[in-house]
C-alpha cells in the first residue's frame, strides 16, 4: 500500500478548493454541461469503454455532471488501486440511487468503507465460512441433482434455460441464507426474483443514473425510478418476512447464515476491543446482497458457458471425455479440480471472456493519491474495467477468441491478469461460494447432458446485454442426456 508523492493540503489552506484531477490524464473530449454523459450511456458500456481504451490509453477520464471518474483497463491498474493501494480506493461513491436500493447504505455492496463497514463485512464473512465450511458440496450437489431432473423432463424439446440457472443458483442461496429452497413454479420464488432481477436491470438503466449526476432532474417524472422503488418496496417485505420467519424459530434451526448471525449478532473488535452489533438494517441488507450478489451472477455465468459451448461443440465433448476418463462415470467432487484441468480451463476461459459483473462495483478513492503515476484526488470514482483487463491484446494473445487451451500450460494465459471477482478489500464476498458452484454445476452438466442448438443457424448472440450484470440474450437450446 502506497501513497507515495500524493500532496497533503495542511490546514491552513483548507479553505482552498480541492485539488484536482492530473490535467495531463487523457480522456475523450467533454461537451458543455454533459461532459462525457454520452459514453456513459452508449449501448453495452464495458465495450464502449474498451474500445476508448484502445485510444486513451489503459487509464483515462470521463465527467459526468459534476463527477469525475477514472476509468481503469489493464490488470495491472486495476491490481495497482484494488490491491496494492487498497485503503486509498476502498470507497464506494455515495449515490442517491444507490442510498434509495441499500437502505441508505447500509448493504456491505454500496456502503462506503469505514470501521463500521469493515466489521459488518468481517462479520458476515466470518458466518458464511461457519455456515459452508460443512455443506457448501451438499448444497450445491442437491440442486445440480435438481436441475438434472428439470432438464431430463424437457425431453429434448427446445428450451430457454435462464429461469432454471436463475432458480438453481437462487435456492443454493436461499439454503445457505434461510435453509430453504423452492420450485421454479412456487409464487414465493416468481415473487423475489421478479422483483430483484428488474431492481438489476432497472437501476443499470440511464434514465436512473442520470439522477445521480444531476439532481435537478430528480424533481421530473420518471416512471422507471417509480418502478424501481415499487420494486425495492416489494423486496423489503419478502425479505422482511423471511427474517421474521427465521427470527420467530429463534434462529435455532443452526447451519444457516441467518441463524449464525443472530447467534453471533455482536462480536469483538479486534483493534477496539469494543462490542459491534449488527442492526436490523444491516441484516436485512445482508440477505439482500448475497440474493443479489449470488443469484444472477452465477445464473448468467452458466447462460454464456452454454452459448459458447453451442458454438464450440468440440469443446464439449473435450470438457465431456475428461470427466470420463478422471472420474469412470462418477460425479466430481470440488478437491477433484486439480485433474480436470480442462474443465478449469473452460471456466476461467468463461470468467475471463465474460466476466459478469463486467465493471465490478464503482470504487471511491478516500484520500488523495495516484495510479500509474497520474494525481487522483479524494472522492475521484474509479471505475475497474473488468471486461476491459480481459481483453487487453497485451496481456492475452487473441483476446476476442474463445479459447480454454490458453490457461494449459503455456497456452498464452495469465491467471493473474485475471480478476472477475475483482481484488483487495472489496474482493467478491461470494467468491469461494461462486467458484465451487461454477466448478460442480458445469462437471455435472457436461457429464450427463450434451448442449445442442435448436437449428445449426439459430446459434445465441455472444455479445450479450450489459446491465450492472453482463448476461445473454435469450436463446433456447436442446439438452440430450448422455448415454452413461
Ligand atoms: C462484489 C464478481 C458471485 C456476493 C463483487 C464484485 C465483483 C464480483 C467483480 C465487485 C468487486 C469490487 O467492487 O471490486 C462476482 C462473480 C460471481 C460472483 C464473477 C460469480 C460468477 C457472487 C456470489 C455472492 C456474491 C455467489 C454471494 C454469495 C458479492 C458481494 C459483493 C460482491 C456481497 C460486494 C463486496 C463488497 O462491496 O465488499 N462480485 N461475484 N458474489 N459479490 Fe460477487
Known sequence: QSTAAVPKLPHTLSH???????PSLPGPPTLPLLGNMLDLTRDHLPI?????????????????????MVILNSSEVIREALVKKWSDFAGRPPSYTGGKVSGGGWSISLGDYSKGWKAHRRIVHSALHRCTADSLHSVIEKQAL????????????????????????????????????YEKSSAELQNLHGCLNEIVSLWGSPWIS???????????????????????????????????????GGGKEGGTLTASLLQHLEETSEETAQ???????QMHMTTVDLLIGGTETTAAWLSWTVAFLLHRPEVQTAVYEELFSVLKGQYPQYSDRHRLPYLCALINEMLRLRPVAPLAVPHKAKRNSSI?????PENTVVI?????????????????????????????????????????????????????????????????????PESPEELPDLRGVATVVLKTKPYRVIVRPRAQ
Open 384 to 452: 475497474p474495467n473488468l471486461f476491459g483487463a480481459h481483453h487487453d491484446p497485451e496481456v492475452w494473445t487473441d483476446p476476442y477468441s474463445f479459447r480454454p487451451e490458453r490457461f494449459l500450460e503455456g497456452g498464452g494465459g495469465s491467471l493473474r491478469a485475471l480478476m472477475p471477482f475483482g481484488g483487495g478489500a472489496r474482493l467478491c464476498l461470494g467468491e469461494t461460494i461462486a467458484k465451487v458452484e461454477l466448478f460442480l454445476f458445469t462437471a455435472y452438466l457436461l457429464r450427463d447432458f450434451q448442449f445442442l
Open 146 to 181: 435438481h436441475l438434472k431432473q428439470v432438464l431430463l423432463d424437457y425431453r429434448e424439446r427446445p428450451v430457454d434455460l435462464s429461469e432454471d440457472f436463475t432458480v438453481a443458483a437462487s435456492n443454493v442461496i436461499t439454503t445457505l441464507a434461510f435453509g430453504k429452497s
Open 210 to 248: 442520470v439522477l445521480d449526476s444531476f439532481p435537478l432532474l430528480r424533481r421530473l417524472p420518471n416512471p422507471p425510478f417509480s418502478r424501481l422503488m415499487k420494486e425495492v418496496a416489494r423486496r423489503d417485505e419478502l425479505i422482511r418476512d423471511h427474517l421474521d420467519e427465521v427470527k420467530k
Open 48 to 68: 464502449h469503454l474498451t474500445t476508448l481504451a484502445r485510444r486513451y490509453g489503459n487509464i483515462y477520464r470521463l465527467y459526468c455532471g459534476s463527477t469525475t
Open 372 to 376: 500509474a503515476g497520474y494525481f487522483i
Open 16 to 22: 482552498l478548493p480541492p485539488p484536482s484531477l492530473s
Open 275 to 281: 462490542k459491534i452489533t449488527l442492526t436490523d438494517t
